[in-house]
């Protein structure tokens, strides 16, 4: 009698243990980035979203985790000073990806007293030594390309699959309807093919989509500024990175996509 009240109970105790480890070996997509990758606390606050709070749209969640670490107004520098990669190093684990794109922050001034979160210009090894007045510590500062390998070796290092993004562009069209490439994405592409990362060219994609639809549709996706976007168009851009996804070779992580 013993034995047959104790087998429903090994049986449950499998089954338990069997789901958890599913979901212990359920792989990560871990997302960084700047406000257009997750804008805010990622609610839509002042109807402002980024790509990455609708990446669940297109990925089967029950297969892959999402996790959004974006944040607004950081750029490939201040998320390791403030310590954000690090927080994600913590975890990552073999067979998790990050998808990383930075870029629009990275053009501001290396030590003013308003954010200091500059990098310098291209992928090389140069460096410059500063006081920082905001956190008020000395820093060295190195190149957009310095941080963005920093990600991408890292990541690997840990078995992960870093694929490096180019930024989404700005809604600023010329004369001709057309938008100006963004130079942090040749030097995205380039840091890519240097450390073996993916490459998925996110800033050629939607300057295409924009300029298909034209400048006055492109102008409802932007409520604020030239840089950031609402729902909708945080929507299409996070549609463009899964088309990107699909497109790249030899990368598992496309069948994750619904």
Same mark, same amino acid.
């Given at each position: 009698?013993?034995?047959?009240? #104790? ?13 958890? !480890?599913?979901? !212990?070996?359920?792989? @990560? ?8 990758? !997750? ?19 297109? #990925? ?12 607004? *107004? &950081? +750029? ?6 403030? *310590? ?9 684990? =073999?067979?998790?990806? @990050?998808?990383? !794109? ?14 200091? &979160?500059?990098?310098?210009? *291209? ?8 006081? /920082?007045?905001? &956190? ?20 690997? +290092? ?7 993004? +180019?930024?989404?562009?700005? /809604?600023?069209?010329?004369?001709? *309807? ?26 050629? &994609?939607?300057?295409?989509?924009? %300029? ?26 996070? %549609? ?14 496309? =069948?994750?996509?619904?």
């Amino acid at each position: 009698m013993k034995i047959k009240f #104790l087998l429903p109970i090994v049986a449950l105790v499998i089954i338990i243990a069997t789901s958890f !480890q599913k979901i !212990q070996n359920k792989p @990560v997509l871990y997302i960084i980035g700047d406000s257009t990758v !997750q804008n805010g606390s990622g609610t839509g606050a002042d109807s402002l979203w980024g790509w990455g709070s609708f990446m669940d749209l297109f #990925l089967n969640t029950e297969k892959i985790e999402i996790q959004n670490h974006a944040k607004g *107004g &950081r +750029s490939s520098r201040t998320f390791v000073t403030e *310590g954000r990669w690090d927080s994600i190093m913590k975890t990552i684990k =073999k067979g998790d990806y @990050v998808l990383m !794109q930075f870029g629009h922050n990275d053009g501001g001034e290396l030590a003013d007293t308003l954010r200091a &979160r500059g990098t310098i210009k *291209g992928i090389g090894e140069e460096s410059k030594d500063i006081y /920082n007045p905001i &956190r008020k510590v000395n820093e060295t500062v190195y190149t957009f390309g310095h941080y963005m390998r920093k990600y991408a070796n890292e990541a690997k +290092s840990k078995g992960a699959i870093p694929i490096i993004v +180019s930024p989404i562009p700005r /809604n600023k069209f010329n004369e001709k *309807g057309k938008i100006e490439k963004d130079q942090y994405g040749v030097w995205a592409k380039e840091v890519a093919q240097q450390t073996g990362a993916y490459f998925l060219d996110l800033n050629t &994609r939607v300057i295409e989509k924009y %300029e298909k639809i034209g400048a006055e549709k492109v102008k409802v996706y932007f409520p604020k500024d030239h840089t950031h976007t609402n729902k909708e168009g945080a929507i299409v851009n996070a %549609e463009l990175v899964t088309k990107g996804i699909k497109q790249l070779k030899g990368c598992d992580l496309k =069948k994750y996509i619904k």
